[in-house]
């Protein structure tokens, strides 16, 4: 179909999982749907919750899996199958510590940088040529075994930026609809300043 479109954000499933550095792409599919006023349902055939709505005659498919991080193709791929989507209709939403806290990143496709969620989507999908918007989460310096710091929650400190961060790339995601990849790239990746 070709009018349809699909982000989804990543993360895990389960209350002891919200709000963690890990889950930004659920952070940030939830403010679309709130921004949107899109309503979740559970949608069984494919372990996920989603959130359907229209924007300028295109219909978008919110999607949280419900697998758990590292099985997220799963519900990626039969999703892409059920609404025959092509790869430029996805768009995926992860966290990344390899970007500083406060940068965005939007890009056609790509590796997925060790991140076992992309690795799951590309391997559903059959390919790497889906876009990704990576929001960065930064790392602690010095430290290669990041598990505990990525499934820790934001710091208090850490939320005023947070806010600014979803802000931006809620609006990269809605340029991504209207204007295409290419535009929504030169215009809002990059650091998002402290001060605005």
């Not at 999982?17 to 949107?36: D, S």
């Not at 997220?72 to 996805?90: C, I, M, P």
């Not at 799951?120 to 918007?133: N, P």
């Amino acid at each position: 179909m070709e009018n349809v479109f699909l982000i989804v954000g990543l993360g895990n499933p389960g209350v002891e999982y919200a709000k963690t550095r890990h889950n930004a792409g659920f952070l940030l599919v939830e403010k679309l749907a709130v921004q949107w006023k899109a309503d979740w349902v559970n949608e069984k055939k494919f372990t996920a919750r989603m959130a359907k709505t229209e924007r300028n005659g295109k219909r978008i498919l919110l999607c949280e899996p419900q697998t758990f991080m590292n099985l997220s193709g799963e519900t990626v791929g039969a999703t892409a199958d059920f609404y025959h989507l092509g790869l430029v209709q996805v768009l995926v939403v992860v966290d990344d510590a390899d970007l500083p806290f406060g940068e965005i990143r939007l890009r056609p496709g790509g590796s997925s940088g060790g991140h076992h969620g992309l690795e799951s989507i590309e391997q559903h999908l059959g390919s790497r040529e889906f876009a990704r918007l990576r929001i960065g989460i930064g790392r602690k310096d010095g430290v290669r075994q990041i598990a505990g710091y990525v499934l820790g929650k934001f710091e208090a400190s850490e939320n005023e930026m947070l806010e600014k961060i979803l802000s931006r790339a809620s609006g990269q995601i809605e340029c991504w609809l209207n204007d295409g990849l290419p535009k929504a790239m030169s215009l809002f990746n990059g650091k998002i300043e402290e001060k605005i």
